[in-house]
């Protein structure tokens, strides 16, 4: 394992590897961007740029894998991502397709950090067995150290469902961005 005493230079790439192992680094140039191979996907590690300029300093995402369902009216959990943070801001993206088993029923999405709500959505369909989208943005500042985020869910009555594997029209995703300022 080679041990780096000073500093390393990587050879800018045009495109990413296309099939990297865990561990791999390399620099982007068509995004300005350094990469590492994690066992989740690449993650964006730094922006290249003037200093203070600002940046993408890490991407998080994670999908949901498997059919799921609730018929919970209290805050569930869907998604959970961990981010060790440099200190800064987040930016949270999140977004839903599901249906629900009653016409008249609603759902509702919402993303915390570390526990505390930080925004929420409403999903008002309009009849049942019918995919309907929810997404939310924000941006939350968090001290550096680790994060537990969060992609929560709730119906107003009966059961909603959240089908990837057997329903190719729905799905849940929870994006976290780490940005210089």
Do not use: F
């Given at each position: ?36 191979q994690s ?56 977004d839903i397709?599901?249906?629900t088993s ?80």
């Amino acid at each position: 394992m080679p041990n780096v005493i000073d500093i390393i230079q990587l050879d800018p790439q045009l495109v990413d590897p296309a099939s990297p192992v865990v561990g791999s680094l390399w620099y982007n140039s068509a995004t300005d961007q350094v990469m590492l191979q994690s066992a989740d996907g690449a993650i964006a590690m730094a922006q290249v740029g003037a200093p203070g300029s600002g940046g993408l300093v890490q991407e998080r995402e994670i999908e949901l894998q498997a059919d799921t369902q609730t018929t919970s009216t209290t805050w569930a959990d869907l998604l959970t991502l961990s981010v060790t943070t440099t200190g800064g801001a987040l930016l949270l993206y999140a977004d839903i397709s599901a249906t629900t088993s009653y016409s008249g029923a609603s759902y509702s999405l919402r993303v915390t950090v570390d526990g505390v709500a930080v925004k929420g959505a409403g999903v008002y369909p309009g009849t049942s067995s019918v995919p309907m989208c929810g997404s939310l943005t924000c941006k939350k500042t968090v001290a550096a150290g680790t994060h537990t985020v969060k992609l929560q869910w709730r119906v107003s009555r009966n059961t909603l469902y959240c089908q990837p594997v057997s329903q190719d029209d729905e799905h849940a995703t929870l994006l976290v961005e780490e940005v210089s300022v």
